[in-house]
């Protein structure tokens, strides 16, 4: 899962959609595979697609991945401060969504109990982090 905070502060969301629901967004110059990096890392289908953008969904929360305008290169994960992308997954699953255009940032890693937290970029530079937990 991943956590929204205080709400989505994007110009671009209309009413209803400004309160706190867990949306993920993405910006991209590489939608398919930004598409296959997330849908590796959660398992979620696509529930929604169009032209510029495609939707993976469990039924509860969303990734959006929107083609980019701007350059390649630039920041282009759109969390306007208010959501932090922190995904909690399996080991099997880190390593499913490494293979698939992931790569795993080696300053953003670090041990707590039995978690392990580490960065991870999605194929078009964008910064995640996974929460691994240990398997018993």
Not at 52 to 65: A, C, H, K, R, Y
Not at 89 to 117: C, I, N, P
Request: aromatic content about 10%; hydrophobic content about 40%; proline content about 4%.
């Amino acid at each position: 899962f991943f956590q929204a905070e205080d709400g989505i502060r994007d110009k671009l969301v209309t009413g209803v959609q400004t309160c706190a629901l867990p949306i993920f967004v993405v910006f991209t110059h590489r939608r398919i595979d930004v598409v296959a990096f997330y849908s590796a890392l959660t398992g979620w289908p696509i529930s929604f697609e169009d032209p510029g953008s495609t939707t993976l969904s469990d039924g509860n929360f969303e990734i959006i991945v929107h083609d980019a305008n701007g350059s390649p290169g630039e920041d282009t994960l759109r969390t306007d401060g208010a959501l932090k992308p922190v995904f909690s997954v399996s080991a099997e699953t880190k390593e499913r969504a490494l293979h698939s255009g992931g790569q795993l940032l080696e300053f953003g890693s670090f041990r707590s109990m039995d978690t392990e937290y580490c960065a991870v970029s999605d194929p078009d530079g964008n910064i995640v982090t996974l929460a691994v937990k240990d398997s018993q």
